[in-house]
């Protein structure tokens, strides 16, 4: 009592959350579906927090896809809105617990945002503890070109021969540069595809998808899943 939360024994290093399944916890309940997003906002800074605190390394998490802008706009400015409130609130000071980065394109997100990543990532960048890579404007193909576009154009320049182009090159162009893939990648709302997150770094991610909607989805859920990825047995092609 009134220790330290001690680091739980094999506890994944980094874990992936495909944060799903807002819009029909909102029609459950007659809502709007922007209703959904913002309880679904909550649940991210809630279960962020206990993963710091269990001893996760790294925390991805899924916010928007590059496939997202085909929602209606109304959709769109309010998940946009509710990422500016997150901003503006949770980096006013400077956070010492954890890391943020933010992983996608940003160039099409508005500027005022733009501003408030680069400024939470400032301001986090020297803090000790979890990394959080908040997924924006993300997908895992698009991010797979832009690092093929960087190496073709070294390539050009004449600062690299495409032999010794490895994996691991490959990998340090990527946004998780450095970090360790996911082990575990949890998808709520039932839901059992990858839906384009993290595609190259989830080659031997054990995925864990429940049957419960991100709304809803609480700390006994996230150890539920780390139970269940610590009973799977990891063979990486081996036997
Ligand atoms: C996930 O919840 C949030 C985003 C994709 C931004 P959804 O909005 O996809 O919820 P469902 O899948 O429609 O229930
Ligand atoms: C994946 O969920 C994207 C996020 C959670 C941000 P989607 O709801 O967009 O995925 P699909 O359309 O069901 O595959
Ligand atoms: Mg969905």
């Not at 986090?124 to 070109?145: H, P, Q």
Request: glycine share 8%.
């Amino acid at each position: 009592m009134g220790r330290e939360p001690q680091k739980i024994q094999g506890v994944p290093r980094h874990i992936g959350i495909i944060m799903d399944g807002n819009g029909r916890w909102a029609k459950q309940r007659g809502l709007p579906r922007t209703a959904g997003h913002k309880v679904g906002a909550d649940t991210f800074q809630k279960i962020t927090n206990y993963c710091a605190k269990i001893g996760v390394e790294v925390l991805t998490v899924y916010a928007f896809s590059t496939e997202n802008w085909a929602r209606p706009k109304e959709e769109v400015d309010t998940i946009m809105d509710l990422l500016r409130s997150y901003l503006k609130n949770s980096f006013k000071q400077t956070r010492k617990d954890i890391i943020v980065r933010f992983i996608g394109d940003r160039a099409p997100l508005a500027e005022d945002i733009r501003r408030m990543m680069a400024d939470a990532e400032a301001r986090t960048r020297d803090s000790k503890g979890m990394i959080l890579n908040v997924a924006v404007n993300y997908g895992g193909r698009a991010e797979i070109v832009m690092a093929a576009r960087e190496l073709a154009q070294q390539a050009v320049n004449g600062e690299l021969s495409p032999e010794s182009i490895t994996e691991e090159l490959f990998s340090g162009e990527l946004y998780t540069a450095g970090q360790p893939d996911p082990d575990l990648i949890i998808r709520p709302s039932g839901e059992h595809r990858i839906s384009n997150f993290l595609t190259w770094q989830c080659a031997y991610s054990e995925f864990v998808d429940m049957n419960v909607l991100w709304p809803d989805f609480k700390e006994k859920h996230l150890d539920a899943a780390i139970e269940e990825f610590k009973s799977r047995d990891r063979r990486f092609g081996g036997i």
